[in-house]
C-alpha cells in the first residue's frame, strides 16, 4: 500500500510539504489574500511590517535610495469548481522559485490545505508564519522525502499557535548533511507526538516520511490522500501574483515533476 494517493506520486516532488491551516477555507483563502496583496503595496525603504515580503523589498528600497519604491506585483484570485486533484494543482502552467500561483484547498475535516508553483517544493513557512501572527490561525509547516529531491533526505514540521498573546512554536527537523544526519527540536511537545521515536540511535529514524503521515493524521489531516479533499464538491481557492519581475526563474513540468 502506498503512503500517497497516485496524484500525489505524479505531482512530486511538489508535494513533499502540504502546509495545512486550520479553519474554513473561505477564512484561510481571506487571511493568505490579505497577506499576499501586501506584496503589492508600495513600501517605502525603512518601513516594517509583518509579512516575510516587506523586509526584502524595504532591503530593496534601501539600496535603490529611500525615495523610490520597488515595482507594485498584482495579485489576482478566485474561486474555481476544479474536476479533481490533478486539475487543480494543473492551474499552475509552470514552476517559479518564487511562487506565483497558490491554491488554499477544501478538505473533509478541520483543516486546510496550501499548495504553491514554487520548483524548490519546500512549502511557504513564512506564510505559515505571517497566517499565525497576523490572523491568529493555527498552522502546520511540514516537509517530508525519505530520498534527495530538491534537498536531501529528511523530515520536520513548524507548528504554531497563537496563545497568551503570543506565537507558540513547536518544531521537529531531521535530515542529512552530506555524511552527517542533523536532529533539532524546540518548543513545548504536542499531545499528538510519538516522542519515543526521538529516541532511535539514528537520528534518520526519528522522523520521516511515515511518522510524519502518522502525526498528520493525529492532528486529523492526511494531505498525501486524495480522499482528504473535497473536490470537485467544494472550490478551491486560486491566487496568482501577476506582473512579477522577469529575474524570477521559470521550470517547466517536465524539469520538475518526478513521478514515481
Known sequence: MHLRSKVMQLWWPTTQCLDIVEGPVEVVAEAVRAEVSRWSRSVPGGSAG?????????????????????ADIGVVAAWETLPSLDAAFGVAP????????????PTHSR?????????LCDGYDSLC???????????VHWFAHDETTTTQPGAAFTHRR?????????????????????????????????RGLYKAARKR????????????????????SEEFYALPANP?????????????????????LRAE
Open 236 to 256: 478551491c481557492y486560486v491566487l496568482q501574483r501577476v506582473n512579477v519581475p522577469s529575474s524570477i526563474l521559470r521550470r517547466t513540468r517536465d524539469q520538475v
Open 162 to 194: 497563537w496563545a497568551n498573546s503570543s506565537v507558540v512554536v513547536r518544531s521537529v527537523y531531521v535530515g542529512q548533511n552530506d555524511r552527517r544526519w542533523l536532529f533539532d527540536q524546540y518548543g513545548p511537545p504536542l499531545a499528538e507526538e510519538d
Open 50 to 70: 509583518n509579512t516575510w515580503w516587506h523586509g526584502a523589498r524595504s532591503a530593496v528600497s534601501r539600496l535603490l535610495g529611500y525615495n523610490r519604491m520597488v
Open 205 to 224: 529514524d526519528r522522523l520521516n516520511e511515515q511518522h510524519m503521515a502518522d502525526l498528520l493524521g493525529r492532528l486529523g489531516a492526511y494531505p498525501w
Open 94 to 105: 509552470e514552476f517559479r522559485n518564487v511562487p506565483t500561483f497558490f491554491l488554499v484547498l
Open 111 to 119: 483543516w486546510s490545505v496550501l499548495w504553491n508553483n514554487s520548483f
Open 129 to 139: 508564519y505571517c497566517l499565525t501572527l497576523n490572523h491568529r490561525l493555527t498552522t
